[in-house]
């Protein structure tokens, strides 16, 4: 149980263009879902807080427009580079907190975006 | 605000031997603690998590670790150590209940030696 996954596990795109990677949860409903960015060698730094049927809530110098996140249904999160730069790149990884065990997060397997 | 510091980027021990991953953190409010293991190109896994009841928490595979007030510490151990423990270590701390806004510490990679 307390599966996530993650969509696509890779992707290579050209500057200028916009990805989107999708964070589901298989077999539980969330509430809530977080987005991370994993440099190479580093930590986990969380980028935005994804509420169902809310705006997501930004971290301190993410910029919103540049990270659109959608979080349509309880069970679906999207993640959006938009006018993605090389800077972008880096390995995404999405976490969602189940409704009925709300005191720990599940992670996905992430996702390795590279802008050329 | 809140930190975490894992000592070590890299651990190796011998197949049997002690597992000693070390974590310590700074937070102005009650922490709940936590450690995950990330496998080659795999999500993080809960290991185990301390939420201000029992000090010695035991976890999946045979870790545990001791929550230490006083010397803000959440070290992760195994008293013997096998070849699939081989992976990168997050501990990670969040001062909400709930498990929001986790913030992580930089990792350790376990190596295991056969």
């Known amino acids: 149980g307390a599966v996530v996954s993650q969509h696509p596990s890779w992707v290579i795109c050209k500057s200028g263009t916009s990805v989107k990677i999708e964070c589901r949860s298989l077999d539980f409903q969330a509430t809530t879902m977080f987005w991370y960015r994993q440099f190479p060698k580093q930590s986990l730094m969380l980028m935005a807080t994804s509420n169902e049927g809310s705006k997501a809530t930004y971290e301190q110098g993410v910029e919103k427009d540049k990270f659109l996140i959608n979080h349509a249904s309880l069970t679906l999160s999207t993640l959006t580079v938009t006018s993605a730069h090389p800077e972008d790149s880096s390995f995404y990884i999405c976490s969602a907190r189940d409704r009925r065990t709300t005191d720990t997060q599940y992670f996905g397997p992430g996702t390795r975006l590279t802008v050329l | 605000a809140q930190s975490v510091t894992q000592l070590g980027s890299h651990v190796s021990v011998s197949e049997g031997a002690l597992v000693l991953l070390r974590c310590n953190y700074s937070s102005s409010v009650p922490p709940y603690l936590f450690w995950y293991v990330q496998y080659p190109n795999q999500g993080l896994q809960l290991l185990l998590k301390y939420t201000s009841a029992a000090t010695l928490v035991k976890g999946i595979n045979g870790f545990e670790a001791e929550f230490k007030k006083s010397e803000t510490s959440f070290h992760l151990t195994k008293p013997s150590a096998h070849m699939s423990d081989a992976a990168e270590y997050f501990c990670?701390?969040?001062?909400?209940?709930?498990?929001?806004?986790?913030?992580f510490g930089q990792g350790t990679r376990l190596t295991i030696n056969p």
């Open positions: 990670a701390v969040s001062e909400y209940q709930g498990a929001q806004k986790l913030v």
